[in-house]
């Protein structure tokens, strides 16, 4: 059966189908008000979201369907020791598809391997969050006309923001996408992203200067620092505010540059800046609904579709070295791999075996 782990378990063509669904929706909501008659999303949040879970549960709503979840994990059974794997075998026997939040790296991927029905994932750790990139994707191609040949500058929490690592996924796949990559030091993209974007052959730059290519961005994709991610409260403190873009640094912007944000802000974007034409973060909101819509219709319409999008295989002598995998702390999960160029990678969250 289809799921969504990650946004490459969909080929381009079926990306830029949702797209064309999404636009569809929003000029004839009427027709779409009965598609999802009789059939059930769950929505199974171990992690606090505003945006993600509401537009989950508004789309499900908007398409004649109905919802059942929790938002939380202290008001699930995980608090007792319940496994992923055994909470997603129980719900499958609930509902028509699952959309599922969790903040172990993996999680999803693990659900996956329990579930009955489709699963999505609405955010696993600091890994992914597809469903973001959806409406990043509808976002940019609303407001620039093209997912190809940007220059796209992504700013803040490069290291554990997971709506960055599904952003460069996607867009690596658009022709002539150049990446500016500005953070602190400690917030640097992780290792196996960057492994990705060489494997792939992007052309990037790495800063921690944001004025210094300002003026050649199309997009600049802002994030909030992830404190929940943080082992050291005081590490958080000294990179919290490390950038803010307000208006005096979009003094020497294109006029044409949109200015995105998977919400929630902290500090990064200065309030003055909301009403500059180039701020498109409230627009991406109502884009995120509309393609999670366009999803939940298609993982329901091609939920007989094998699931091949993960070619991976058990390792028993294998151990993925990421602390914060869910291969360390699920009970009986199979260590998967996926060998490409030459090495394995956690088929769980995607870090590198390296030294074997
Ligand atoms: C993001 C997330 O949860 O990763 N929020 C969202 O889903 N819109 C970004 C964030 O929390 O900073």
């Known amino acids: 059966m289809r799921h969504l782990l990650d946004v490459t378990d969909f080929s381009v063509e079926e990306l830029y189908e949702l797209i064309r669904t999404a636009e569809d929706i929003a000029q004839n909501k009427e027709k779409y008000c009965q598609s999802c008659k009789g059939k059930k ?26 919802v059942l979840g929790f938002s939380e994990a202290s008001s699930s059974s995980a608090t007792k020791g319940e496994s992923i794997r055994d909470t997603v075998k129980v ?20 659900a996956v391997k329990a579930a009955d029905v489709p699963v ?20 940019i191609h ?16 490069l290291k554990y923001g997971r709506t960055v690592h599904s952003l460069i996924n996607a867009m690596s796949r658009y022709a002539g996408n150049k990446f500016v990559l500005i953070s602190p030091s400690e ?21 921690t200067d944001m004025d210094r290519y300002m003026s050649q961005l199309d997009v600049l994709y802002m994030t909030r620092v992830q404190k929940e991610r943080f082992d050291d409260e005081k590490e958080y403190m000294r990179v919290k505010d490390c ?28 309030c003055e800046v909301d009403s500059d034409p180039r701020a498109a973060y409230f627009r991406q909101t109502l884009n995120g609904k509309l393609m999670r819509m366009a999803l939940i219709l298609k993982l329901l319409r091609e ?6 999008a993960r070619k991976s295989e058990v390792h028993k002598d294998l151990n993925c070295p990421n602390p914060k995998c869910v291969t360390k702390t699920e009970r009986e999960l199979e260590k998967e791999f996926i060998f490409s160029d030459g090495e394995y990678r956690c088929a769980y969250c995607d870090c590198y075996v390296k030294n074997r």
């Open 120 to 139: 999505i994932n609405a955010g696993d750790g600091g890994h992914c969050h597809p469903t973001q990139t959806l409406a990043d994707l509808l976002t």
């Open 243 to 270: 950038y803010i873009l307000d208006n005096k640094k979009l003094a020497g912007a294109k006029k044409s540059l949109r200015i995105l944000h998977p919400l929630p802000r902290v500090n990064e974007i200065a």
């Open 303 to 308: 939920k007989d579709m094998p699931y091949n």
């Open 41 to 66: 999303l769950a929505t199974l949040f171990f992690e606090p979201s505003t945006r993600t879970r509401l537009s989950f549960e508004a789309a499900m709503l908007e398409l004649g369907g109905s």
């Open 91 to 110: 719900v499958s026997n609930y509902v028509d598809i699952i959309a599922m939040r969790h903040p172990i790296e993996g999680a999803a991927f693990a």
């Open 187 to 207: 917030l640097a993209l992780p290792s196996y992203m960057k492994d990705f974007m060489k494997a792939e052959r992007l052309e990037y730059v790495e800063t």
């Open 142 to 157: 609303r407001e620039c006309g093209s997912l190809t040949g940007l220059t796209i500058g992504l700013c803040g929490d």
